[in-house]
């Protein structure tokens, strides 16, 4: 009968700060599917004066998110972008001003998570910027093509909404729920 065998200490912290890279990426998808939703969902996560207790504890100057403040002006910027993504005036995301700001959200949605989920905060914010960057052309690709084919865009904009809603609220339950992270 074999022993089975256990995972040495340092391999397990490169499967967790590995896993840590994936859930800042796949956030930073997110951030490039609609920019605002995900730091408004921060936000709600680590809003101190709830209900319940803050969920995500941030320190030093990432302690803002957990404002009252924060809250109401994310959560503004979000439904806002909700409302002007389906107004037929408003540029592209892939336009240069949009795409900047993306990743640059990308990038601030990363650095505010790598404290809990470990790693090196430039690396996070570098992996959530690339995040941005796929997330905003494989958002573009998904949406034109579904569009095209049932005709329409306006029910296809709202499911990018409610799944940007969903994914971010999700990937910030596994960084804060999970033991692997505390």
Same mark, same amino acid.
Not at 52 to 77: D, K, N, Q
Not at 108 to 131: D, Q, S, W
């Given at each position: 009968?074999?022993?089975?065998?256990?995972?040495?200490?340092?391999?397990?912290?490169?499967?967790?700060?590995?896993?840590?890279?994936?859930?800042?990426? %796949?956030?930073?998808?997110?951030?490039?599917?609609?920019?605002?939703?995900?730091?408004?969902?921060?936000?709600?996560?680590?809003?101190?004066?709830?209900?319940?207790?803050?969920?995500?504890? %941030?320190?030093? /100057?990432? $302690?803002? #998110?957990?404002?009252?403040?924060?809250? +109401? @002006?994310?959560?503004?910027?979000? +439904?806002?972008?909700? @409302?002007?993504?389906?107004?037929?005036?408003?540029?592209?995301?892939?336009?240069? +001003?949009?795409?900047?700001?993306? @990743?640059?959200?990308?990038?601030?949605?990363?650095?505010?998570?790598?404290?809990?989920?470990?790693? $090196?905060?430039?690396?996070?914010?570098?992996?959530?910027?690339?995040?941005?960057?796929?997330?905003?052309?494989?958002?573009? /690709?998904?949406?034109?093509? %579904?569009?095209?084919?049932?005709?329409?865009? /306006?029910? +296809?904009?709202?499911?990018?909404?409610?799944?940007?809603?969903? #994914?971010?609220?999700? %990937?910030?339950?596994? @960084?804060? $729920?999970?033991?692997?992270?505390?």
């Amino acid at each position: 009968m074999r022993t089975p065998v256990l995972v040495d200490a340092a391999a397990f912290r490169a499967i967790l700060v590995s896993m840590g890279y994936l859930l800042v990426l %796949l956030l930073g998808m997110c951030t490039g599917l609609r920019t605002m939703t995900p730091i408004a969902v921060i936000c709600w996560f680590a809003y101190e004066k709830g209900v319940f207790e803050p969920v995500l504890m %941030l320190t030093g /100057w990432r $302690h803002f #998110a957990g404002y009252l403040v924060s809250v +109401i @002006i994310f959560t503004v910027f979000a +439904i806002g972008e909700f @409302i002007g993504d389906k107004l037929p005036n408003t540029p592209a995301r892939t336009s240069p +001003i949009g795409l900047f700001g993306r @990743i640059a959200f990308g990038v601030f949605v990363g650095v505010l998570i790598a404290p809990r989920v470990g790693g $090196h905060h430039y690396l996070k914010g570098m992996t959530g910027g690339i995040g941005a960057l796929l997330g905003t052309y494989g958002g573009w /690709w998904v949406r034109t093509r %579904l569009s095209a084919r049932i005709g329409k865009d /306006w029910p +296809i904009a709202n499911l990018e909404d409610w799944f940007t809603i969903a #994914a971010s609220i999700f %990937l910030l339950n596994v @960084i804060t $729920h999970s033991d692997f992270f505390r």
